[in-house]
């Protein structure tokens, strides 16, 4: 019987899934395993240690087929040095390494046609056409773009409690929340915090929007507006893949899109208002989307 090994290595964490032919026999998750440029090799020990917890608890030394999607290989160098360092680790006969929107879309629509809409600690959309086709809105990275992502809207709750501080913007329940949010403990200390903090660790701020908002802070709710604007604009322009007619399936992938979260029912509104736009309403796991690949390699 072969085995097969799924990855989803994003912004926040690594999701793992192992199974023997069509049964699931373990999973793992961990730290984030998404790749920064010229940081390949170290996105690869993370992973690894995450896979092999999933292999060792399962009785297993390695796999048949891994299949990685991992979030910043979208380009060559990176996709490269990644798969070689997984290589390297010696996980699974067959390595495959991949883009983690090829994850959505495989767990959302099989090898279908339609669109993903992905907000994480990055944020991003993919279109698969009617031809097989791929086409993509954002997902240029925290300097460029990343829109209604996790880390946008982390910077965005600083950049308020910075103004309601000053003055220059209205006093918001944000300012407690993030100063209640470990490591810092008061203002100076999130000044250099967030100074120092890696674009992961912005967007853990994401979930004290989201319950401010929730509780009723003005300034949070027009920040989780925003944010659904946003990714709701990424969706947009993808509709002319589709043609003219009939009905376009979307669907929602990414920590912040979670049924939890506070930023899935405002997009969902958002997206509601988009002709010919077909939202599915259940959650999708790109880990499992990686495990189908993988089945599908062997």
């Keep these: 019987m072969s085995s097969f090994l799924g990855v989803d290595a994003g912004g926040t964490k690594t999701a793992v899934l192992l199974a023997d032919g069509e049964r699931v026999i373990g999973s793992a998750s961990g730290p984030p395993g998404a790749v920064r440029p010229g940081r390949g090799l170290q996105a690869a020990s993370r992973i690894a240690a995450v896979v092999r917890r999933a292999l060792t608890d399962a009785g297993l030394l390695q796999a048949d087929v891994l299949v990685v999607g991992a979030a910043g290989v979208g380009r060559d160098p990176e996709r490269s040095e990644l798969r070689e360092g997984l290589r390297n680790e010696r996980l699974a006969v067959r390595t495959i390494v991949t883009g983690d929107l090829d994850l959505a879309l495989e767990a959302a629509f099989g090898s279908g ?21 791929l086409h993509r809105q954002g997902g240029y990275g925290w300097q460029m773009g990343d829109e209604g992502s996790g880390y946008a809207l982390g910077r965005a709750a600083l950049l308020a409690v910075g103004r309601a501080r000053d003055g220059r913007g209205e006093p918001t329940a944000l300012s407690a929340a993030l100063l209640g949010h470990a490591p810092p403990k008061d203002f100076d200390e999130l000044v250099r915090w967030s100074g120092a903090a890696e674009p992961g660790e912005i967007a853990t701020l994401a979930p004290l929007v989201f319950g401010c908002a929730a509780a009723g802070d003005a300034v949070a709710r027009h920040l989780v507006e925003g944010a659904a ?70």
């Design 113 to 133: 046609p339609g669109i993903v809409l992905v907000s994480g600690t990055g944020s991003v959309a993919m279109a698969r056409g009617p031809d097989g086709t």
């Design 229 to 298: 604007a946003d990714l709701a604009g990424l969706v947009l322009p993808l509709l002319g893949v589709f043609g003219g007619r009939g009905a376009v399936p979307a669907a929602l992938a990414g920590g912040n899109l979670a049924p939890d979260r506070g930023l899935r029912a405002p997009v969902l509104s958002q997206l509601r208002r988009i002709a010919r736009l077909a939202v599915l309403e259940t959650e999708v796991h790109p880990a499992e989307g990686a495990l189908a690949l993988a089945r599908r390699a062997g």
